[in-house]
């Protein structure tokens, strides 16, 4: 029964930071890909950001390069979001996910979700 929990959302204004946390539980993912979704109000679900399962392989939507960063520590089985600058746009529930290949392939759906958590960034 495997389970992915996200953390580290909140109220924050425009230009702040938030490190949003996945925690998995029930079997590990040291060997798979993941990423963080967003969907905002009234919009379908995004792509965030992808890492490969060791790390060493990263790719983001254009609308956060260089404000995001994504990184795991698989042996606390964790994944990360680091949000830099943000802005009222990047406002939505925010969800991790993980894929059953070790790279990045946009072409596989993710086989599980988390619950997402709030990110809401005032102006």
């Known amino acids: 029964q495997a389970q992915l929990v996200e953390s580290g959302g909140g109220l924050v204004q425009a230009g702040a930071s938030l490190r949003l946390s996945c925690v998995a539980s029930?079997?590990?993912?040291?060997?798979?890909?993941m990423g963080w979704f967003r969907q905002g109000p009234g919009k379908e679900r995004e792509f965030v950001a992808a890492i490969n399962w060791i790390g060493s392989n990263t790719d983001y939507a254009e609308s956060v390069k260089g404000r995001f960063t994504i990184s795991r520590d698989n042996a606390e089985n964790t994944l990360y979001l680091q949000m830099n600058s943000l802005k009222p746009e990047d406002s939505a529930v925010y969800y991790c996910?993980?894929?059953?290949?070790?790279?990045?392939?946009?072409?596989?759906?993710?086989?599980?979700w988390g619950q997402g958590t709030q990110v809401t960034v005032s102006s």
């Open positions: 996910g993980a894929k059953l290949s070790r790279e990045i392939d946009y072409g596989e759906q993710i086989s599980y």
């Open positions: 029930g079997r590990s993912f040291r060997d798979n890909a």
